[in-house]
């Protein structure tokens, strides 16, 4: 759009022509600007990699813990005005676009085209999903749904497609699901048009339709029953492995780092906690988020070890392809596991620690 | 002088084309001083206003209502559902500017998005995540890499002729490389286009090639192909200057995202033998292209619905170049291995 651009270019070029007391007031120098400049570029910042002094005097146990989790299996569920959107839009692109070509697809005086020819007078348009309606004529302007109409929702259009792909489209066949629910069945001759349907068999030629295997279900056993250590829930949120520890804490698995890199001892705590029916993979070599344990001044000075000022777990991202967590095994002393949402998670743990791994946790 | 008027003129034409729109963005919901003075004018607002009854709307057809009214000889009332855009730009003082692209009623207007595909939204959740926590660098507090200055380099030396000369690309290029910045959650490598191309030589002697090679590119990317002629006269190829013998399809957002989920779950999996994309793939800025030959294009579904309808000899293979905004080899490999793109043989980096 090249008439939108060229306005656009010269209203960019006709504000650099501001009157003298508004450049006057823009140009103003504001507490902000003095701040900013105050500051020189080349601050005390260094170039060379900061390395820690080797014997510090107080110091953190390091601790590692392990984000173990499963994305999400399956798309997620649209908003009721998302799929209202996409079923306007779809609509729209039917006035738009050109006919479909339909020989190019269908040969002449087959039985797929008698039967080709039978849907598209039930549903009027090629497109499977959209409902009864059509792009072209007098009346394509009626494109919207009307209230409580169902032609928006993703089920809908799937068992459209099924029927589709199964139903031949003869009289009483695929009836009683989508024509009859729109209200729309009564309108223009349709019934008149609808007793000249060919008959299903052309030369001898019967045409079968095999049956489809219909999708599995969004919700599943495990969501019904409320199972919360089956990986099969919520299929389309992410679930992370949170365990009890003796001391009835749930938490993701941790455990204090020995001689060892982050990633080797995410690996060995994953082992540790959830056995070895777990098919993982550590993301990454560095940490996405950590949480700081301080001891309180009073206890801190009755422990053994004052210099140890409390201890700092940094998190390792880890995705869970196959198996299930066992913690019969366990070797850090776990009482429980579950495999939960994000909004579980929240309820399941402390303030404190949610505070400090809220933010690693995705959306969805 | 007229030039000197030109900026007052245009902000003047700006500001006439954005009255409507400065209207409607003007909720009636939002509170200004001047809100409880508009509610005293008008009494009601489409916000107050409860939705109609049930069955009212069960028994609202809007086709019936259109039908009577013109069994009635009642048009509509005049000048209501009869714009139409200018058919041609006029430049941007003309009073009849043509609707945004947005717009339903302008005359390129492209319908869409119809859907979210699958494969952008396993990116959003997982693969974004995962790839900002592989590639994510460490800067500590009160430490930055170093500023990298001036990357041309200078004329050295005593001519006076190396005065004001541009500077000099860097040594063994003509151009400068990207700048790998440091990775943020701003700056993870996303699929941005999808391009399908196809060579047909052919072509030249009997267009039906490029035809056919047209209808698949276009099948398969759901987007319209674009024919190209060849620049020069090539003898090693047998390529005549001036004639046709290409076709490419640039696949964007939604299609993109379509064509490569079809691509590695329905495609390449039943490919016999196939070892992976060339791990020399790559031009250094994030875009991996690899070829498939005739056969394996004929595994679309949508050439394999029909494939009685192409001539079989004259079903074209096809070069696939996927854009990322990565901005190395290494990058956009990642993002490919994500999406289920595996690499063989010796890692171009």
């Given at each position: 759009m090249s008439g939108q651009q060229t306005s656009r270019r010269l209203a960019v070029r006709a504000s650099?022509?501001?009157c003298r007391p508004c450049r006057d007031t823009i140009s103003r120098n504001t507490y902000s600007t003095a701040a900013t400049a105050l500051?020189?570029?080349?601050?005390?910042?260094?170039?060379i990699y900061p390395v820690a002094s080797a014997t510090p005097r107080t110091s953190y146990v390091v601790n590692t813990g392990v984000v173990l989790s499963r994305p999400p299996q399956i798309t997620r569920d649209l908003h009721p005005f998302e799929s209202a959107y996409f079923l306007y839009q779809r609509r729209l692109n039917e006035r738009l676009a050109?006919?479909?070509?339909?020989y190019f697809y269908i040969k002449k005086n087959t039985p797929a085209d008698i039967e080709w020819k039978r849907k598209l007078r039930q549903r009027?348009?090629?497109?499977?999903?959209?409902?009864?309606?059509?792009?072209?004529?007098?009346?394509?302007?009626?494109d919207e749904a009307l209230?409580?109409?169902?032609?928006?929702q993703v089920q809908w259009q799937v068992e459209r497609l099924l029927d589709d792909a199964e139903k031949?489209?003869?009289?009483?066949?695929?009836?009683?699901?989508?024509?009859?629910?729109?209200?729309?069945?009564?309108?223009?001759?349709g019934e008149g048009e609808k007793k000249a349907v060919a008959p299903t068999t052309i030369g001898g030629k019967i045409i079968e339709h095999e049956a489809f295997e219909r999708p599995m279900s969004r919700v599943t056993e495990a969501d019904l029953k409320g199972d919360?250590?089956?990986?099969?829930?919520?299929?389309?949120r992410t679930l992370y492995l949170v365990v009890k520890d003796k001391s009835g804490q749930w938490m993701f698995p941790q455990d204090k780092m020995t001689k060892e890199s982050l990633h080797v001892a995410a690996e060995r705590i994953i082992v540790q906690s959830g056995g070895i029916n777990m098919n993982t993979w550590v993301v990454g070599?560095?940490?996405i988020g950590h949480h700081q344990v301080d001891i309180p001044e009073e206890s801190l000075k009755a422990?053994?070890?004052?210099?140890?000022?409390g201890y700092k777990t940094f998190f390792m991202k880890a995705r869970i392809m196959a198996g299930q967590a066992d913690?019969?095994?366990?070797?850090?002393?776990?009482?429980d596991f579950k495999w939960l949402t994000r909004e579980e998670i929240e309820k399941a743990v402390t303030f404190d620690y949610w505070r400090s791994v809220r933010n690693m946790l995705g959306d969805r | 002088m007229a030039l000197r008027e030109l900026p007052l003129r245009t902000a003047v034409a700006f500001c006439r084309d954005a009255r409507p729109l400065l209207h409607a963005i003007r909720p009636l919901s939002c509170r200004n001083a001047s809100t409880d003075a508009l509610k005293e004018l008008t009494s009601s607002s489409s916000f107050s206003v409860p939705p109609p009854s049930q069955e009212l709307a069960q028994g609202y057809d809007p086709v019936a209502r259109s039908r009577l009214r013109r069994l009635k000889k009642?048009?509509?009332?005049?000048?209501?559902?009869q714009y139409r855009p200018p058919k041609y730009y006029r430049g941007p003082?003309?009073?009849h500017q043509p609707p945004p692209?947005?717009?339903?009623?302008?005359?390129?207007f492209q319908p869409g998005p119809f859907s979210i595909p699958r494969l952008e939204e396993t990116y959003q959740s997982t693969i974004a995540s995962d790839l900002l926590t592989l590639t994510y660098m460490h800067y500590p507090p009160g430490w930055r890499p170093e500023k990298i200055g001036q990357r041309l380099r200078t004329w050295t030396g005593?001519?006076?002729?190396?005065?004001?000369r541009p500077l000099r690309p860097p040594r063994g290029s003509d151009h400068l490389r990207l700048l790998n910045e440091a990775r943020n959650f701003r700056n993870i490598p996303k699929i941005t286009k999808v391009t399908v191309h196809s060579m047909v030589p052919e072509a030249q002697d009997n267009s039906a090639h490029l035809h056919i090679a047209g209808m698949i590119v276009q099948a398969i990317t759901n987007v319209r192909a674009v024919a190209h002629k060849a620049k020069h006269n090539v003898v090693g190829w047998g390529l005549r200057e001036g004639k046709y013998i290409s076709v490419t399809a640039d696949a964007e957002r939604e299609d993109a995202y379509h064509f490569l989920a079809k691509l590695v779950d329905v495609v390449l999996p039943r490919?016999?033998?196939?070892?992976?994309?060339?791990?020399?793939?790559?031009?250094?800025?994030g875009n991996i292209s690899f070829g498939l030959t005739p056969d394996q294009v004929s595994l679309f579904p949508e050439v394999e619905?029909?494939?009685?309808?192409?001539?079989p000899k004259m079903i074209p293979g096809c070069h696939i170049t996927i854009h990322t905004d990565a901005t190395s080899n290494k990058d956009a490999r990642l993002l490919m291995q994500a999406i289920g793109l595996p690499f063989y043989g010796k890692l171009n980096d």
């Open positions: 650099q022509y501001i500051q020189p570029d080349d601050q005390p910042l260094q170039h050109l006919p479909f070509t339909r009027l348009t090629p497109a499977r999903d959209i409902g009864r309606y059509k792009g072209y004529g007098d009346e394509a302007w009626n209230i409580g109409a169902s032609e928006s031949t489209g003869k009289e009483g066949e695929g009836e009683g699901q989508g024509e009859k629910k729109d209200g729309e069945e009564k309108e223009e001759g919360l250590k089956s990986l099969n829930r919520q299929l389309q070599k560095v940490p422990s053994p070890n004052p210099n140890e000022l913690l019969k095994e366990n070797k850090l002393g776990l009482e | 009642r048009g509509l009332p005049p000048s209501r559902y003082l003309h009073p692209e947005s717009d339903p009623s302008s005359r390129v005593d001519s006076p002729y190396f005065k004001n490919i016999k033998e196939w070892k992976g994309v060339p791990g020399s793939s790559g031009d250094g800025s619905i029909n494939y009685d309808a192409y001539p």
